[in-house]
C-alpha cells in the first residue's frame, strides 16, 4: 500500500504505514534520543525526540497513521522517511522469517518493529554509553552528552555533539555526564574519528569482518558494542549483536543457530527476537524457565558468538 503525504499547519500527516509501531521501535533497545510524551488523546502516542541534528515531534493514531508535526515534506523525503526505513517492505520479510515456528511468534509478539537508519557517529557513542548499562540510565547520560556538548535545537533538545567537539575534552570535561568509564571511550572514539584514524563512510562499505576490527580500534569497543553499531548506525543486516538476552536465545532456542530463513535478514530477526526474549513472558516456554536478567544486565556486553 502506497504512502500518501498529506501537509498540515502543523506538520504532516502520513497514511498507508503498514507494520509499524512507535512505541515497539522506539523502545526496543535500538534508540535512546526519543522519549514518550502524555497524550490527551487515549487513541493516540507520541513521542519526541533528536536524530540528525533534528528535532522531531511524531505520534501514531489507533489507524496507524502517522502524524510528523514541525516537519515539512521535503524533510520527510530527504531524511525521515529513510529514518524510520519507511521505504522497506516489513510484511514481506516477516512472511520469510515465519516459515520458523520461534520467529513467527517473535514477529507476531511485537509486528511494527523496525530497524531504524541511524546516524554511524550517533549510533556509536549510543552504544558505547551502553555498556553494562541499562535503558532508562543510558537516555539519561545521552541526554546530558548532548546538553552539555551539542547545540540548542529546540523545545529543550540538544544535537549530538560532532566528533572535534569531543576529541577536545578530557575524561574531566565529561564528569556531569556520570557515564564512569565510559567517558574515556568516547573520547577516543572521537579522537580517532575526528583525526581521520578511522572512517565512518569507508566502514559503511567495509566487509563485516573488517568493519567490525575497524570499530574495534577503538578503546573500549569489544565486538557486541561493534555489531550493535554497525546494525543500529551502519545498517549493516547482517549483524547478530550477542548480549545477554540474545545468549539465553541462542542458548535456549537456537542452539544449531539461526535458521536458513533468516539468512539475509540477521539483524532484524536478532531485533524481534531480542525484543521478544526482554519482554514476554512466555518467550522460553516450554523449552525451560529461566531467569530474568538485572535491569543492569540487558545491554552488558558480551563476547560475539559466531552463529553456526
Not at 541499562?134 to 556538548?149: D, H, T
Not at 566528533?163 to 580517532?192: H, N, S
Not at 576490527?213 to 549483536?241: H, N
Amino acid at each position: 500500500m502506497p504512502l500518501t503525504v498529506t501537509q498540515l499547519e502543523n506538520g504532516l500527516l502520513v497514511e498507508g504505514v503498514q507494520d509499524f509501531s512507535l512505541s515497539q521501535i522506539l523502545d526496543c533497545g535500538q534508540c535512546f534520543t526519543f522519549s514518550k510524551l502524555d497524550s490527551a488523546d487515549p487513541l493516540t502516542e507520541t513521542w519526541h525526540g533528536t536524530a540528525g541534528g533534528r528535532y522531531l515531534k511524531i505520534a501514531q493514531r489507533q489507524d496507524g497513521a502517522l502524524l510528523f508535526y514541525n516537519t515539512s515534506p521535503a524533510l520527510f523525503e530527504q531524511f525521515w522517511k529513510s529514518y524510520f526505513d519507511l521505504d522497506t517492505d516489513y510484511a514481506h520479510i516477516k512472511s520469510i522469517l515465519s516459515q520458523d515456528s520461534v520467529l513467527a511468534k517473535a514477529t507476531q509478539y511485537a509486528p511494527g518493529i523496525r530497524i531504524l537508519r541511524q546516524n554511524a557517529w550517533e549510533a556509536l557513542c549510543c552504544f558505547i554509553i551502553s555498556q553494562n548499562n541499562n535503558i532508562k540510565r543510558i537516555r539519561g547520560i545521552v541526554e546530558r552528552l548532548c546538553q552539555s556538548f551539542g547545540e540548542e535545537l529546540e523545545h529543550g533538545f540538544f544535537s549530538f555533539p560532532a566528533p572535534a567537539v569531543l576529541a577536545g575534552c578530557c575524561v574531566e570535561d565529561l564528569a556531569p555526564l556520570r557515564c564512569g568509564f565510559r567517558a574515556k571511550y568516547l573520547i577516543d572514539a572521537a579522537q580517532k574519528i575526528h583525526s581521520g584514524e578511522i572512517d565512518l563512510q569507508a566502514i559503511a562499505v567495509m566487509p563485516l569482518a573488517q568493519a567490525r576490527s575497524e570499530l574495534m580500534k577503538i578503546y573500549g569497543i569489544g565486538p557486541k558494542v561493534a555489531d550493535c553499531a554497525l546494525l543500529y548506525g551502519f545498517y549493516r543486516l547482517e549483524c547478530c549483536p550477542m548480549d545477554v538476552w540474545m545468549k539465553r536465545v541462542f542458548a535456549i532456542l537456537y542452539p544449531n543457530g539461526l535458521p536458513d530463513c533468516a539468512k539475509d535478514y540477521i539483524g532484524i530477526a536478532q531485533q524481534y527476537l531480542f525484543h521478544y526474549a526482554r519482554t514476554c513472558p512466555q518467550a522460553f516456554e516450554p523449552k525451560q524457565e529461566v531467569l530474568k536478567p538485572t535491569p543492569q544486565e540487558v545491554l552488558k556486553p558480551t563476547p560475539q558468538e559466531v552463529l553456526a
